[in-house]
């Protein structure tokens, strides 16, 4: 079995979240850092297809990792039309600010989601807002 197809199977685990949290996000992060080119464009090919859990492990996965393209993938998660997704990439951009500043043209993805997500979520999506230039 491959990297992404080891990824992909682990990802489609229902983790119990505290299991997803100490332990196994880790390795999916591993796994993600493992991936070779025609992973990462196999990736940025499928995720959209698979079940919105998967996308959400996908995007707290991705937080753990230093590989520059994954900035790119978070951002196209931020605009996923499920909330949950979209959320989850956004709180792993926030986390990231050390390497990434959202840029003008992501002002109205983000006031649309600000719109769909509850009182909790918002800080974090208001928190990307504040942080784009004017």
Do not use: C
């Not at 993938?73 to 039309?81: F, I, K, P, T, Y």
């Not at 989850?88 to 109205?108: C, G, Q």
């Amino acid at each position: 079995m491959d990297t992404f197809d080891e990824l992909d199977q682990y990802l489609g685990v229902d983790y119990n979240i505290n299991l997803w949290s100490d332990d196994a996000i880790d390795h999916a992060t591993e796994l993600l850092d493992g991936l070779s080119e025609a992973d990462w464009t196999r990736l940025a090919r499928t995720w959209k297809h698979r079940p919105v859990a998967w996308q959400v492990r996908l995007a707290d996965a991705v937080f753990g990792s230093d590989k520059p393209r994954v900035i790119d993938l978070l951002v196209e998660m931020l605009r996923a039309s499920e909330a949950k997704v979209a959320i989850a990439a956004a709180e792993s951009l926030e986390a990231k600010d050390y390497v990434w500043t959202p840029d003008s043209s992501l002002r109205n993805v983000l006031e649309k989601l600000l719109d769909q997500v509850k009182v909790g979520d918002r800080r974090t999506i208001d928190g990307l807002l504040a942080r784009i230039p004017k």
